[in-house]
């Protein structure tokens, strides 16, 4: 599943940090690809956590920012990432990990993750 998001990002040429959580959100797996930047190895980790944590896609909370009013509260929480990125890792319907890519705009990293992800079901 990482050597998959992997791919997908060197295909790009994208400088990505790739992490890899179990279903209590704790670190299983980080690769950080050539040039990535630093600070992204916290983020995929964090949007990782996020995902577990919340048992959705990170790209749910930053949908619910982007619609404004009542939303704009979750800047308020500290546990969360708004960030796209994060995806669950499902077996039987059942959250069972997840994947948190980190490093360009949030639209590329979910599609790295989501990457992961399928390959994780194939």
């Given at each position: 599943?990482?050597?998959?998001?992997?791919?997908?990002?060197?295909?790009?040429?994208?400088?990505?940090?790739?992490?890899?959580?179990?279903?209590?959100?704790?670190?299983?797996?980080?690769?950080?690809?050539?040039?990535?930047?630093?600070?992204?190895?916290?983020?995929?980790?964090?949007?990782?956590?996020?995902?577990?944590?919340?048992?959705?896609?990170?790209?749910?909370?930053?949908s619910?920012?982007?619609?404004?009013?009542?939303?704009?509260?979750?800047?308020?929480?500290?546990?969360?990432?708004?960030?796209?990125?994060?995806l669950?890792?499902?077996?039987?319907?059942?959250v069972?990990?997840a994947?948190?890519v980190?490093?360009?705009q949030?639209?590329?990293?979910?599609?790295?993750?989501?990457?992961?992800?399928?390959?994780?079901?194939?």
């Amino acid at each position: 599943m990482a050597d998959a998001a992997r791919a997908e990002a060197q295909r790009h040429g994208w400088p990505m940090v790739i992490a890899i959580a179990d279903s209590g959100g704790h670190l299983v797996l980080l690769y950080r690809l050539d040039q990535a930047q630093h600070g992204s190895v916290l983020v995929a980790q964090q949007k990782a956590k996020t995902t577990v944590d919340f048992r959705r896609p990170t790209g749910a909370f930053e949908s619910a920012l982007a619609d404004g009013g009542l939303h704009w509260r979750l800047l308020g929480m500290t546990n969360l990432t708004p960030l796209e990125g994060g995806l669950p890792i499902l077996r039987d319907g059942r959250v069972i990990g997840a994947i948190g890519v980190s490093g360009m705009q949030s639209t590329q990293d979910a599609q790295a993750a989501a990457a992961g992800v399928a390959a994780f079901g194939a």
